[in-house]
């Protein structure tokens, strides 16, 4: 059924909207999240609906306030509480075991609930307004790219949901850092833009990889976060060498470098990147999306270095590049 998606800077009506059991786009700090009432499970299908998501697949729950988490979940371990007091409200994502107040639907039948306290100022102010848990997944269709941008969510889901809350763009750009426990040992669930560095810091212990005591979830399958246009990552040494091919079989190509391309600039669509990895990832969705537009034969994207700061962007690059 098409709906009049309406965008506005107005959090009350934003407010109205979820405790009606209605759909509305808010904008974190990480990415656009697609808002329903955690507690109301016809509206939380709505979500799963509108996205093509497997039920299967669980949702994260936003909250406003540190107090939400012995709501949402049970048995916190204490690195679990010294995280969320040294992160929250940020782009961390715990998951805990829930409580019986989680309805099943949110968390696919798992045991186990993702929980967030976003810092934009407007989710913030959302989620302390309506007082209760926000599932959010990314506010676009499964296994494309996440929206950075109120325009971004109306390509994707313009008809499809009731409310765009308009947060402008967002200043982190890729997902949050998810983090499960095995006891107290924290658990890498997926990269970010917190490191895990920052995190075995703050815990005095390693994060370790999930490996194959992660749960076998959506963003952890190989392919997602894809633009329509075939990604390929380039080694800085020979993307000079790949355009000229691509360019002498009269491929359309774009390319997302670090390097100078004005010399090909007459030839193909350039975007120059920054080599700081926040402003790297706080512009990287919307790029892609924007080369996407140009329908190329290929997107070249010349390889992010291989430091920690730069985990979460390569993840991300490495599942868009995955066919
Ligand atoms: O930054 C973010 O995390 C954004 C913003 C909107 O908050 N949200 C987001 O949601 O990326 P989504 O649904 O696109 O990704 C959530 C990830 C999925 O990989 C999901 O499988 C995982 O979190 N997840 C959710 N609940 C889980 C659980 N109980 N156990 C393990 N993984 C879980
Ligand atoms: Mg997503």
Redesign the pocket.
């Known amino acids: 059924m098409l709906v009049n998606t309406i965008v506005t800077e107005n959090v009350d009506d934003a407010v109205e909207y979820l405790r009606a059991g209605r759909l509305v786009a808010f904008p974190?700090e990480?990415?656009?999240?697609l808002g329903a009432d955690a507690m109301n499970e016809s509206a939380v299908r709505g979500v799963f609906l509108v996205k093509g998501?497997p039920p299967s697949?669980?949702?994260?729950v936003?909250i406003g306030d540190t107090k939400y988490l012995e709501v949402f979940a049970k048995n916190i371990t204490n690195s679990a509480r010294i995280l969320a007091e040294k992160f929250w409200p940020g782009?961390l994502?715990l998951?805990l075991d829930?409580t019986d107040q989680v309805p099943e639907v949110v968390?696919?039948g798992?045991s186990?609930?993702?929980l967030?306290f976003?810092s934009h100022p407007i989710a913030r102010d959302l989620l302390s307004k309506f007082g209760g848990g926000v599932v959010?997944?990314?506010?676009n269709k499964f296994g494309r790219l996440?929206p950075t941008q109120p325009n971004d969510v109306l390509s994707d889901l313009g008809g499809d949901i009731d409310l765009v809350l308009d947060g402008g763009a967002c200043t982190v750009g890729?997902?949050?850092t998810?983090v499960?426990f095995d006891g107290n040992t924290p658990l890498l669930?997926?990269p970010?833009m917190i490191t895990t560095e920052e995190i075995s810091s703050v815990l005095s212990v390693s994060v370790e990889p999930a490996g194959e005591r992660?749960?076998r979830?959506?963003?952890?399958l190989p392919s997602h976060y894809a633009p329509n246009t075939p990604l390929i990552l380039v080694k800085p040494n020979v993307l000079k060498s790949e355009i000229e091919r691509r360019l002498s079989k009269n491929d359309r190509i774009a390319v997302l470098a670090f390097s100078d391309l004005s010399s090909f600039a007459d030839h193909l669509y350039y975007v120059e990147v920054s080599s700081d990895a926040k402003v790297y990832a706080r512009t990287l969705y919307h790029e892609l999306r924007e080369l996407d537009q140009k329908k190329c034969d290929a997107i070249l994207v010349e390889e992010v270095p291989t430091t920690n700061p730069w985990s979460g962007i390569r993840d991300r690059l490495l599942r868009a590049a995955y066919r």
């Not at 979830?217 to 952890?220: D, P």
């Open positions: 974190t990480t990415v656009y999240g998501r697949h669980p949702l994260i936003h782009p994502t998951v829930k968390t696919g798992q186990s609930v993702a967030r976003p959010g997944p990314s506010a996440s890729i997902e949050s998810i499960g669930l997926r970010g992660a749960p979830v959506s963003g952890s």
